[in-house]
């Protein structure tokens, strides 16, 4: 397998990853069953805008710095204490 391959089977598992946890805090009561693959792909769809506003800012640390913060807050309200 060239590198290629290697970091789509890299992100396919960070994917399958993701889900699984998500999947595991819906088992818990954490999270409702029925919402936990949708919440999945609107995590995802934030982390992607996210990534972008980093690569094009002017201070990329500065702003990764309030990616993580925003993260944190955004998972923190989802799950709850």
């Not at 992100?11 to 949708?38: C, N, R, V």
Request: charged share 20%.
């Amino acid at each position: 397998m060239d590198a290629q391959g290697r970091e789509a089977c890299a992100q396919g598992l960070g994917l399958l990853l993701f889900f699984g946890a998500l999947w595991q805090l819906a088992a818990e009561g954490k999270l409702p069953a029925q919402t936990s693959d949708m919440l999945a792909h609107l995590i995802l769809a934030a982390v992607g805008e996210a990534a972008l506003l980093i690569a094009r800012a002017e201070d990329r640390n500065a702003a990764l710095a309030a990616g993580e913060a925003a993260l944190e807050i955004l998972l923190d309200r989802l799950l709850g204490p």
